[in-house]
């Protein structure tokens, strides 16, 4: 495949477009800062779901996640070796715990996405570690993200920070593209060579989310056929926001809380 095929593989936004996709993306940022609010010691992973689902019926929302490609539930609740993709059950939060909750929306056909990962209760000084860590490597990605700047620049500013750290990327999930999809081109994974890959261009909206680990950073799938998790048991942790690229600034949060 060619350059310019490649750079074909992106759906690009006007800023009218881009204007049309905020009310999605501050609904996420948002419901995750109420979520957050939630978030105490026996809490129930199914109640958090609840409330969206609530929230969402109420005010005429589309739950993004809800039956795509099946998954059952409208917010992922992964907890402590979870990493993503993790269903919202009857298991109970446990003080000293660590949740990645990661949520979508659809407004007039417009999709927002984001992820946090949250603190239940008192947290190990390590675990405190790799949520500040995992989130300073995504607004690192951000903050290098902008108009003419190559793919791989994104992934190695946020693997610099992860991997300096001392902690693992993982690899097989990426951040993505998105608009009237959830998912649109292209990936954008969270490591990379600096220099190298697709050449960002005006009006691309991307879901940028690295996933770090305290451990190996290899994953499992649980039986569920959706729940990933640390194949060590390791800690994890994702951070996730939408951001567009509309003019040679860095790139803009449309999913901030």
Not at 165 to 176: D, E, L, Q, W
Request: hydrophobic share 40%.
């Amino acid at each position: 495949m060619t350059t310019e095929q490649r750079a074909r593989q992106v759906i690009l936004k006007s800023d009218a477009e881009i204007d049309m996709m905020r009310p999605a993306g501050r609904m996420v940022g948002e419901t995750l800062s109420e979520l957050g609010e939630m978030l105490k010691p026996g809490v129930k992973l199914s109640d958090l779901d609840q409330y969206v689902i609530d929230k969402y019926a109420r005010l005429d929302i589309t739950p993004t996640f809800l039956g795509y490609q099946g998954f059952p539930h409208t917010i992922c609740a992964s907890v402590n070796e979870e990493i993503v993709h993790g269903f919202a059950t009857e298991r109970r939060l446990e003080d000293g715990d660590i949740i990645s909750i990661d949520l979508g929306a659809t407004i007039n056909g417009w999709v927002g996405d984001s992820a946090r990962t949250f603190a239940v209760g008192t947290i190990t000084s390590e675990a405190q570690r790799l949520l500040d860590v995992t989130r300073e490597s995504l607004m690192a990605g951000i903050s290098v993200a902008r108009i003419g700047v190559r793919k791989g620049d994104i992934g190695a500013a946020i693997q610099e920070v992860i991997e300096s750290a001392g902690y693992g990327v993982v690899r097989g999930y990426v951040g993505h593209g998105i608009g009237r999809a959830m998912h649109e081109p292209p990936t954008m994974p969270n490591h990379g060579r600096r220099g190298t890959g697709m050449t960002m261009r005006r009006g691309m909206v991307l879901a940028l989310e690295p996933m770090a680990t305290i451990g190996d950073p290899a994953t499992a799938v649980l039986d569920d056929g959706w729940t990933v998790v640390t194949a060590d048991g390791s800690l994890s942790a994702h951070f996730e926001h939408t951001v567009a690229l509309r003019q040679d600034a860095p790139a803009e949060i449309l999913t901030q809380g």
